[in-house]
């Protein structure tokens, strides 16, 4: 008998492991430095001190973003393969591509844990002053402004605004915000539209925000629409899994995602990222507004026109 029980223990499935038992696996898809890449490397360490595994943060950009998500879609929804990115991987690339290899339903919540700001930058000495003197110099043609990748929600952003103010602008698209700001700070470009944590410890200057209120950390900067046109698009995210997790393991990496969130070293980091007070989503929250978000940006992508 004691023979036999030993043989169905060591036949038993990997799932019936305890989670986890093995390093887990986070992949960021942007670039090395970007906003999303500083964070989820401060909460690193906290998921590991509440996991018990080493959580290891892999960045594999391109594509958007599109490329790394893919990479979770993929993986077995067995809680070791992990996605730090923002909702409009799900919201926005699988309809307006069709080879990212994914879908919305593809990956499923597990935390939110930022919330992105959106801001158009010049440099120090640029001549313009404010957003307006943007948008009537972009009526005689020729400006462009620089963003993360082809339908990132700051590009997308940029799109809103040129349709609504009736301007035209030529978008230059790069992997990621660093290369945007380096651009930007040389001139090489007229304007960088990015997320607002981009902007920490770079000399660039603020023209307006895209969000329903000024920013606390930059309460001198008017929004968009204080400015005359009213577009304000959101983004946030944070971790999802390929779907099909079990339920007791997405319990688990919640619960480590709400203590990182909570993490002194995270909340330092979101801080210096002009990241809101509050952060964290469980995962019937963060799915609850991922299909909002879904919805919101069909709708914004309907009427708008991209150059791919």
């Known amino acids: 008998m004691l023979r036999l029980l030993l043989l169905l223990l060591a036949a038993a499935p990997a799932w019936a492991q305890p989670f986890p038992s093995r390093p887990i696996t986070v992949i960021n898809p942007t670039a090395a430095g970007a906003s999303t890449d500083i964070l989820i490397r401060a909460m690193a360490p906290a998921l590991s001190a509440r996991l018990g595994q080493p959580v290891v943060v892999v960045n594999r950009e391109g594509g958007s973003s599109s490329l790394g998500t893919a990479m979770v879609a993929r993986a077995q929804p067995d809680g070791y393969t992990l996605l730090f990115g923002a909702a409009y991987s799900l919201s926005v ?64 952003a940029m799109v809103e605004l040129a349709q609504v103010a009736g301007v035209a602008l030529q978008d230059i698209p790069y992997r990621g915000d660093p290369p945007v700001v380096v651009d930007t700070l040389a001139g090489r470009v007229d304007a960088g539209a990015m997320v607002l944590g981009s902007l920490r ?40 899994a390929p779907a099909g ?11 480590a995602c709400e203590a990182g969130v ?12 002009f990241q809101p007070a509050e952060l964290y989503l469980g995962p019937e929250a ?18 708008i026109t991209l150059e791919r």
């Not at 200057?205 to 969000?211: C, E, H, K, P, S």
């Not at 209120?213 to 577009?231: F, H, I, Q, S, Y």
């Not at 393991?249 to 919640?254: D, G």
Request: contains cysteine.
């Open 286 to 303: 963060l799915a609850a507004r991922l299909h909002r978000d879904v919805e919101a940006k069909a709708r914004l992508l309907r009427g």
């Open 245 to 255: 997790l079990p339920a007791p393991i997405r319990a688990t990496l919640a619960a």
């Open 93 to 156: 690339l699988p309809v307006i591509r069709s080879d990212t290899g994914y879908t919305a339903a593809s990956l499923e919540p597990v935390c939110q844990a930022f919330v992105n700001t959106m801001v158009v930058a010049v440099r120090p000495d640029s001549p313009f002053a404010t957003l307006a003197d943007y948008i009537a110099r972009a009526r005689q043609g020729g400006l462009t402004f620089g963003h993360q990748g082809v339908a990132s929600i700051p590009h997308l």
């Open 262 to 273: 909570a993490d002194p070293a995270y909340r330092e980091a979101a801080r210096r990222g």
């Open 201 to 240: 410890g770079q000399n660039l200057r603020a023209l307006a925000v895209f969000g329903a209120a000024r920013n606390p950390a930059l309460p001198d900067v008017p929004t968009v629409r204080e400015a005359g046109w009213d577009v304000a698009p959101e983004s946030f995210g944070g971790l999802f």
